[in-house]
Nanobody, 115 residues
Framework: QVQLVESGGGLVQAGGSLRLSCATS????????MGWYRQAPGKQRELVAA???????NYVDSVKGRFTIFRDYAKNTLDLQMNSLKPEDTAVYYC?????????WGQGTQVTVSS
C-alpha cells in the first residue's frame, strides 16, 4: 500500500506561482513512477508531469517550460513547481504513484488561477 498526501494548492493570480508537494508513505526509491495529474470541471483527468525512476521527466505540452517536477528521495516527496500560471491551469491536482503494478492516488488539491 502507498498513501499519498498532497499539499500546496490555493488561489493565485495569472502569472503567479505555486508549489505542490506530495508526501508518500513508502520509501520513494521503491516506487517506480510518480506523477501529477489534474482534472478540470467537465473534463477528463490528464497527466501533467511524471517521473520514472532513473529517467528524465515528461510533461504535457501545455505546461512545458512553466512547470517542473522533481522527486526528493531523502524526504519521500514529489513536488511540482508551477510558474507563469494561467487560468486554464485551474483544476484539482492529484498525485499518482505506480508501485508493484498498482496505481495509487492522493485526495487531490485545488489550484485556482484567476485572470
Amino acid at each position: 500500500q502507498v498513501q499519498l498526501v498532497e499539499s500546496g494548492g490555493g488561489l493565485v493570480q495569472a502569472g503567479g506561482s505555486l508549489r505542490l508537494s506530495c508526501a508518500t508513505s513508502r520509501i520513494a526509491f521503491s516506487i517506480s513512477t510518480m506523477g501529477w495529474y489534474r482534472q478540470a470541471p467537465g473534463k477528463q483527468r490528464e497527466l501533467v508531469a511524471a517521473m520514472q525512476r532513473g529517467s528524465s521527466p515528461n510533461y504535457v505540452d501545455s505546461v512545458k517550460g512553466r512547470f517542473t517536477i522533481f522527486r526528493d528521495y531523502a524526504k519521500n516527496t514529489l513536488d511540482l513547481q508551477m510558474n507563469s500560471l494561467k487560468p486554464e491551469d485551474t483544476a484539482v491536482y492529484y498525485c499518482n504513484a505506480i508501485y508493484r503494478g498498482n496505481a495509487y492516488w492522493g485526495q487531490g488539491t485545488q489550484v485556482t488561477v484567476s485572470s
